[in-house]
Each structure stands twice: as C-alpha cells, then as structure tokens.
C-alpha cells in the first residue's frame, strides 16, 4: 500500500510498504478515508524529535473496517470508524479509570500512553496510508453513521475537537465564564470553540496571525492581536481590569527551535498566569514532546522552562495538565457533530489526496498558503 514516510529532516515521501495484517484476534484492519497532518506530525518533520527514517505518520484517521480479528466483538466489515490518536486497551488501571490518553498496555517503560505514528509514546504505524491496523479494536474505533456525510467534521473527532475540548474541561470553563486562549492553530480554535458550546459569555483568542484570528472572530471568539501589544495588558483592558476567569494554553510545545524561540511556551503561560484572575484555572492540553536532538536553547531541552511560579501560587490558580482522553468526549462530540449543533471543520483547510502529501507537509510546515489544517484523503484520484 501507500503510506506517509518520514525520511530525514523536512523530507517525507509517499512510499510503498508492506500492508498491514491482523496480528492479533482483536485487531481491525481499516481503509482509510480520511487522515488529518498534525502539529506533532511537523515536529517530526522538521527534525525537532527523535523520529527515525521509515516511521509512517499519522494519528487522526477515520476510515472504513475492511478486515475483522476473530476476536473483535462490536465491530464488522464496512462499519465506518475514527479513531482516537490515543491508542487504549480499555483494561488497564488508568483505562479502567477513562484515562485513557494514558494506556498502560501501549507505554514505552515507566510512561504512559500511546499513539499511532508516534515518536514520544508508545506507538503502531501510522494512518496516512490506504489502511491502518488498530488494535483493541473495541476500544479504539468510535463508529459513525454510515455514509460520507460530515466527513471532515468526523476526522476532528481523533485529536484537535477533543484536545480543545479537553482544554476547557481542565480549565473548568462553565456558563457564562470569560476564557482567554493562548494560540489559535486547530487546538486553539477548537479550545475556544468549545469554550463557546460550554457556554462561555466571551472567549478572548490570542495570536499574531490575521487569518487565524479571522477564523476565531467567525465563531464568536474576542480576536486579539498579540503582534499589535502585550496580550496580558489587552485583555485586562478588554474585561475592565478584572482578568478572565479561565485560560487555556494552546500553543505547541516547543515552538520551532530554528526561530529561537525555545522559551515561547514559557512566556505563553507565563503571560496566561497574569491573565486569569485570582482564583481562576488554567487548561494545557498540549503535548510535550521529548528528547530534541538540537538547536534547542539549553533550558527547554530537558523541559525546563520558566513560569511564575509565585504569582500562580500567590492568586491561587487551578492548573490541569495533559493529553485529551478523547474517549471520554468522543462519543458526545460525535453526537454534537451528527445532529447538527457542531462543525469543527471549519478549521480545515485543505483536503488533499494523499500524493500530495510532501507538498502539503512543506506548505504546513511554512504556514504558508493559508494553511492551517489538512486532511489527507487516501481514496481521491
Ligand atoms: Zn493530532
Ligand atoms: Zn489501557
């Protein structure tokens, strides 16, 4: 089959690869419809993780199952599935308890979690390919209704709707609260999108791109132009000196080390600790990647980066930290998306058969063209 091949820094190629077998009675085998390229994915493109040659990328697949494990229970030939980028077994300790961002059974030694296509957690191939071997099927396909409809509002479901989600239900966003987001990439977007179905009365979205705060000023959000002042200052002007309620960290982690700007996450949250309001709570839904092989600056390298510690203390701020379980929310998402009351796609940008893969790789990579989000569809001519 065809899959997305990482080959060296800031090269991937769509190559040939053995096709992926059931290896287990409960696996599936699925044919991929839809497969969306991630932040996390560029951070393996551009040579900032310790991907090695030959890892096939993605984590954010929906498809068709094509082929059954014996043991698979609740699941047949041509149901239609996404797929959290969290691989789970569904039994461990941590799965048992729905973290399931955090399996035991798919963890490298002493971590936790795991992924498709992964560099920092335990990990099968990726989904940027004709199909895809999920196993502990079971637990790890949501099905979707048949048909082609909402497709690439069904896609968000494996990561960026559920992660921004996530940010707000670490943060504790509820009815009718303020909401500062810090980034607004997909997860971004998404964390102030949901911030707005969870009810929140404004939801001030911080970055320097114009299109990006376009796209959040269309869904309701407060566009704030962190190139044009300090974003702190803005929204402390924006709600009458008082600060918001609630803040969401959506920025990735580390930012491009060839910008210089190793210490960026740092200041983002840094600059989030000054603008929630004492008592307020804080969402970091990112992912921190580890073992930057260079040109890292000597603080973030071990992840030790910089925040004010004594005024998050001092305000008495709520900080939750971590990967989304997306199967807690999946389902109810879905359900969001089916009925017609959500429609995360519109951070979808472009959606690109999956030959076009390298360029849309180095376009994303570049920001370049408007790119904010693509997804890659490996059944289009
Ligand atoms: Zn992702
Ligand atoms: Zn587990």
Redesign the pocket.
Known sequence: MRAVVYREPFEVALEEVPDPRIEQPNDVIVRITSTGICGSDLEVYEGRTAGEPGLVFGHENLGIVEEVGAGVTALERGDRVVMPFTV?????R??QAGSTGS???FAPPGRAGGAYGSVALGSGAGGQAEYLRVPYADANCLPLPAGTDHESDYVLLSDVFPTGYHGCRLAGVSPGETVAVYGAGPVGLMAAYCALLCGASRVFVVDPVPERLAKARDIGAVPVDSSAGDPVQQIEDLTGGEGTDTGVDATRFPVPARTGEGQEHARVLDQLVHTVRPTGRLGVPGLCARGQPDGVPTRARPGALLVAMDTLVEKGLRLGTGRADVRRYDRQLRDLITVGRASPSFVVSHELPLDQAPDAYRRSAQRADGVLKVVLRPDAA
């Open positions: 789970a077994c569904g039994f461990c941590n799965c399996c035991l059974t």
